[in-house]
């Protein structure tokens, strides 16, 4: 079982649909990240929030869209999205962002843009 | 900017034998963290040690050590007795005192473990 959930773990949309990506954290973390990884390319970490507060946005366009409720849950939501978009989007959490807290990953949610 | 290099995107290793994957960083912090997370198919990020630059032990967990070579900016995983739950993606990171918990990944080093 992992502390770090995301759902749903497989979405295909089409170009002009709008979802939304859910992730759920249960260790008691404040700090939560999204990253991309796309095939044969390192993980990109796309967005952090910090205490519910947005602390990094790490030049992702706007048809991606996040959203911190509270400290437990994170959002990403999607909207005309493209082809090249279709990655492994993976969901983590921490401690207050801090040089050297152990990041936890959740199992990821798959992405397909047709 | 900080980087992570992986030099060997795959790597193979037998049943009970001993494996290491290379990694090597660039920085100019003094204060930093390097990680070695596992990917197995399943797709969740596992980490499977950390070590703090400041000490100069090599950390371990079990069959998993690490070589870190601070002056050299190496930081290597050992798998000692490799077992077939070892194979998958492992990428080498690194987070510094610029960065917070931010982790800078490595391309990852694909691991098979044959029988």
């Known amino acids: 079982e992992t502390g770090v959930t995301q759902t749903p773990r497989h979405l295909v949309m089409g170009m002009t649909n709008k979802k939304s990506l859910k992730c759920e954290q249960h260790l008691g973390h404040n700090a939560m990240y999204w990253y991309k990884q796309s095939a044969k390319k390192p993980l990109e970490l796309m967005f952090v929030?910090?205490?519910?507060?947005?602390?990094e946005n790490n030049s992702v366009p706007s048809r991606f869209s996040p959203e911190c409720p509270n400290s437990s849950h994170l959002f990403l939501h999607l909207h005309t999205l493209q082809p090249e978009d279709s990655a492994l989007y993976l969901c983590?959490?921490?401690?207050?962002?801090?040089?050297?807290?152990?990041?936890?990953f959740g199992e990821g949610s798959w992405l397909t843009v047709v | 900017a900080q980087t992570v290099t992986q030099s060997q995107p795959e790597m193979s290793v037998q049943e009970a034998e001993t494996v290491t994957l290379s990694c090597t960083y660039d920085t100019s912090e003094s204060d930093y963290y390097l990680f070695w997370y596992k990917q197995p198919p399943s797709r969740q990020m596992i980490l499977v040690i950390r070590q703090e630059a400041y000490k100069q032990q090599n950390a371990t967990e079990n069959r998993f050590s690490v070589n870190f070579q601070k002056a050299a900016k190496s930081f290597s995983l050992k798998i000692s007795d490799s077992q077939l739950g070892d194979a998958a993606m492992y990428f080498c990171a690194y987070s510094g005192e610029t960065s917070g918990s931010r982790l800078t990944f490595g391309e990852g080093t694909q691991l098979t473990v044959n029988p």
């Open positions: 929030y910090n205490f519910k507060e947005q602390t």
């Open positions: 983590a959490s921490s401690q207050p962002t801090g040089p050297g807290n152990t990041i936890y």
